[in-house]
Nanobody, 118 residues
Framework: QVQLQESGPGLVKPSQTLSVTCTASGGSITAYGGYLNWIRQPPGKGLEWIGVIYSTGSTYYSPSLKGRADISRDTSKPQLTLTLNSVIPEDTAVYYC??????????WGQGALVTVSS
């Protein structure tokens, strides 16, 4: 059973860069065609999809982030990183990584709260 755990900075100042890491354990992410997504939830709001990285390394992002997001992976260990630059207070959210298999989310991380504030 794959488990996901996010870790982040907690507090980031406006205009700076936010980085959140997702570490997988307990199994293969790519088994059964699995791939990882980043999703966030601002306080009091719904879930917002940020982007995805496939086993090939291909990435796709939500247009709403206007090119500010980047997803990278460390091939030496089961870890990927979401980077969001030029952050604004509206980027305050709980950031989740989620494993998708066969068209549905099978595993969620516990989430990492990141607050953007001066």
């Amino acid at each position: 059973q794959v488990q996901l755990q996010e870790s982040g900075p907690g507090l980031v100042k406006p205009s700076q860069t936010l980085s959140v890491t997702c570490t997988a354990s307990g199994g293969s992410i790519t088994a059964y065609g699995g791939y990882l997504n980043w999703i966030r939830q601002p306080p009091g709001k719904g879930l917002e999809w940020i982007g995805v990285i496939y086993s090939t390394g291909s990435t796709y992002y939500s247009p709403s982030l206007k090119g500010r997001a980047d997803i990278s992976r460390d091939t030496s260990k089961p870890q990927l990183t979401l980077t969001l630059n030029s952050v604004i207070p509206e980027d305050t959210a709980v950031y989740y990584c989620a494993l998708v298999r066969q068209g549905r989310i099978e595993v969620w991380g516990q989430g990492a709260l990141v607050t953007v504030s001066s």
